[in-house]
């Protein structure tokens, strides 16, 4: 079964990721009228861009925006488990281990230390997200299975894989779920929301765009109202 996941399975589990991502991405881009949304893309674009960049660059720093000050609990589960969902996978020894095998070629490595640190914090962030939809009337109000499916597919990986990483219990069973999990979501990014992991991006941009463009964000210099 290992063999199987970490051969076949996880090209196909790539393909589909990346794959669908990308065609997520260009689907969005397409998506974009000026008629529809009252911005002049095309013949304001270096103006547009730079709002993106800024908008963009502004959400990725704890409290750089008016939404995180306003949310320090989101912000910190969001930030603690993010921050181990994108470096863990990219850097962890075990994954570069494989990485050489299949591809021929890998990353640094974190070290144990750090990598367990992260592991930690992730699953804490996640569940510190959990907390927030079952806390605040507003969101647990929105909240559906979907959601709790989508956050618990989510952490898992981290669970499973720092369970096997302990040794507790059975190590090849441990080992196989976080490879189960770990390409479960992969599989489910493009179709779910999980997509996320761009859209984030483009989204964040296009707000940008159009205040940069439209709403005097050229003259607001750093100063977006978000």
Partial sequence: MIAFLTGPMLWVSLLVFFGGLTVRAVMYVRGLSWQLDRVAYKPHMARGLRGAVHSIRMWLIPGGTYGWRQQPFMAAGFFLFHIGA????????????????????????????VADTLTVLAIIGGLMLAIRRIALPEVRILTTTYDWFILAISVAPFVTGFIARLHLGNYDFWLTCHILTGEAVLILAPFTKLSHIVLFFMSRGQLGMDYNIKRGGAKRETAFPW
Wanted: hydrophobic share 55%.
């Fill in 86 to 113: 994108i470096l863990l996978p990219l850097f962890l020894i075990g994954h570069q281990e494989l990485l050489q095998m299949a591809f021929g070629f890998s990353l640094p490595t974190l070290p144990s230390s």
